[in-house]
T-cell receptor, first 112, second 110 residues
């Protein structure tokens, strides 16, 4: 199994630009999670989906962030407009059982 | 107060040493507990679940103390490859989402 796939691996963009992060979960997993990791705040859950339906988006920072899961094999996290404080590593994870989450390699986002 | 708290370390130990980390959680309704490991500039990976009666996986032992609301991870006979950040994870009833601690960094030296 290829594991969770994320793209791009690195993204450098200017403030105000739209950023789209992509994720392909492990086939057969019914839950998908988006996390953000920074030195200051650690690993934070942004949103999670169960069977493609958003269950909890209370971690989404503000309206600039949106996430979709149009089907079981694809999800996007969009930031529009991006700001320097959004710079972080964004992880996507999938699971079949709570607690046993498989993380992708992450997208390192830098907003200048 | 953070929901999950860990000593950030770093813990510097020589190869072969035994080292233990603690993690405290604030929500007494928490029901599931895990340890994850994260290598530098890599993604977190599940190390082991933590069961009420305590559990062991090779050189690693995890324990739960519900009365004091903490979990622990003991590593025996440390290897250089154990150098990583260890993340304590808690799932609370009703919330069904993982809450991660900020991690404890371990450095094992020759």
């Amino acid at each position: 199994d290829a594991g969770v796939i994320q793209s791009p691996r690195h993204e450098v963009t200017e403030m105000g630009q739209e950023v789209t992060l992509r994720c392909k979960p492990i086939s057969g997993h019914n839950s998908l999670f988006w996390y953000r990791q920074t030195m200051m705040r650690g690993l934070e859950l942004l949103i999670y989906f169960n069977n493609n339906v958003p269950i909890d988006d209370s971690g989404m920072p503000e309206d600039r962030f949106s996430a979709k899961m149009p089907n079981a094999s694809f999800s996007t996290l969009k930031i529009q407009p991006s700001e320097p404080r959004d710079s972080a590593v964004y992880f996507c994870a999938s699971s079949l059982r709570r607690g046993a989450e498989y993380f992708g390699p992450g997208t390192r986002l830098t907003v200048t | 107060r953070k929901e999950v708290e860990q000593d950030p370390g770093p813990f510097n130990v020589p190869e072969g040493a035994t080292v233990a980390f603690n993690c405290t959680y604030s929500n007494s309704a928490s029901q599931s507990f895990f340890w994850y490991r994260q290598d530098c500039r890599k993604e977190p990976k599940l190390l082991m679940s933590v069961y009420s009666s305590g559990n062991e996986d090779g050189r690693f032992t995890a324990q739960l103390n519900r009365a004091s609301q903490y979990i622990s991870l003991l590593i025996r006979d440390s290897k250089l490859s154990d150098s990583a950040t260890y993340l304590c994870v808690v799932i609370s009833t009703g919330f069904q989402k993982l809450v991660f601690g900020t991690g404890t960094r371990l450095l094992v030296s020759p």
